[in-house]
């Protein structure tokens, strides 16, 4: 579905961010892209979803290049308060997309309605996002960005600010909706144990700058994971030792 061919970044001051990042997302899989703070993973990100354009290589989802932002890719960012439009209720924000789209006000009920339901927000449709807590409102810009029913959902560290407990609860809720809704997820994290409980496959990345992936990591485990399933504990030691590994010898 997704393809990273010898995609590099760079800006106009200082080393390339991105150098050679090669490697392709399957459709209906959960990939986390794994790397250091600073490693051009959230740029990659980015990159994916068309806000910007490489400076070297190519992008191609379902086979044509990547070009400009689009509602086959829907984005959710780490930080829900600049995220979500703070003078619209919860139901407001999830039906905002789909009034930029011109979809029928009675479609628009139907659609809101799903999704809100999907992500337990029912009882808390009228509430402004101030009055939400943390979790709750990455629930909303989870239903805001799956109700344009994207093929891939991009996630750029959507837990990072959250509590140990409620990471934990986040993440069920998250692999409950990518269950139930077959969508090809993206997600962007340095945690190691985040990536082991998530993903099908995790791409680390090395060290910026320059940064590129390292290799491609299968984590073949039986769901739900913590770190008390057999097998946790092996497969966290083999990224973190991708991870040392990357530090000491460079890209």
Known sequence: MLEFLEVGKAFDVGPAVLRDVTFAVRPGEFCCLLGPSGCG????????AGFEAPTAGEIRF?????????RDRGIVFQDSAAALFPWLTAEENVAFGLRLQGVA?????VVVDRFLH?????????????????????????ARALALEPRLLLMDEPFGALDAHTRSRMHAELLRIWDATATTI???????????????????MSP???????????????????????GFAQ????????????AAGGH
């Open 41 to 48: 993973k959230s740029t990659l990100l980015y990159l994916t």
């Open 62 to 70: 379902d086979g044509a290049p990547v070009r400009a932002p689009g």
């Open 105 to 109: 006000a009675a479609q628009r009920r």
């Open 118 to 142: 999907l992500v337990g927000l029912d009882a808390h449709r009228h509430k402004f996002p101030r009055q939400l807590s943390g979790g709750m409102q990455q629930r909303l810009q989870i």
């Open 186 to 204: 993206l997600f962007v994290t340095h945690d190691i144990a985040e990536a082991v409980t998530l993903a099908d496959r995790i791409a680390v």
């Open 208 to 230: 910026g700058p320059e940064a590129t992936i390292r290799r491609i990591v299968p984590v073949a485990l039986p769901r739900p994971r913590d770190p008390a399933v057999e």
């Open 235 to 246: 497969a966290y030691r083999e990224v973190r030792e991708l991870f040392a590994d990357g």
